[in-house]
């Protein structure tokens, strides 16, 4: 658990370094009045990639989410009520309409699935144990953006893995229903079935 704090912080920190020349430009006081979408976009480019498609694993793609959940869950960064390393003071700098209007902006984008590393074997078993337990709201093997879920398949495992380490510890609160699916997985998998339907995940790459 330890490592794995530390490997996060790692990878936000070189993040947030090969970021600060992008973001500086577009921070400039002039754009943010009245700003449209892609233009506050470009703050986010340099983490989340053009078009909110990420290259790199310690930043979620972006592209493709559901307005409603781009929305949701950037109003949980800026409260903290969902945790973030980065996320929490850079979403405290903007207005519900500008929000708003970049939540519509990426979800006219398409998320592209990243290339990455995986397991074929523990792929096949995660694609059940999707099925099993997780479908139901992630729909189309965590493809779908509808019931403002969010995207799983092909995000970036990191990401992935982080996020649902957040939800375990209750540091970012899932919705009942989801709680005890999660639960139900960890007691009948353990951490086994975590890693396979990690490995599902990053296994779709078309
Ligand atoms: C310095 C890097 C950086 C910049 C710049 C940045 N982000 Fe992020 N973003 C992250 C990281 C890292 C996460 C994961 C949460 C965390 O640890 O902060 C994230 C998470 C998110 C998520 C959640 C995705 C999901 O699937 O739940 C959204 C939405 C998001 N960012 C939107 C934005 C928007 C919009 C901007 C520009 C206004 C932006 N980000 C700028 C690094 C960045
Ligand atoms: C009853 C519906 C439901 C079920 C079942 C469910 N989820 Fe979710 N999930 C949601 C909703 C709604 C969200 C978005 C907001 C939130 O509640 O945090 C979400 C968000 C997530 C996120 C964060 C996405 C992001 O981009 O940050 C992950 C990861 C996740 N779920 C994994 C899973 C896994 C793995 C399973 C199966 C073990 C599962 N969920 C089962 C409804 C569900």
Redesign the pocket.
Known sequence: MAHNTLT?AVL?AG??V??AF??TAADTPKLMMGADAAM??N??A???GTD?ASMGP?????AG?SPD??VE??QG?ASGE???????R??K??TEDE?GS?AKY?AGKPFVKAKQSFDPALADTGAKLHDRYCEKCHADGGQSAEDDA??LAG?WTP?VT??LADYQAGDREATKKMKKKVEELMEREGSDGMTALLNFYASQQK
């Open positions: 996060r936000v993040l947030a090969g970021a992008s973001a506050l976009g703050t986010c340099g983490c989340h909110g310690a930043a979620p793609t972006i989410l959940y781009f869950v950037m960064f969902i945790p973030s390393t980065i996320m929490g850079i979403a700098g903007y929000i970049m990426y969010g995207v995000q990401y982080w996020t």
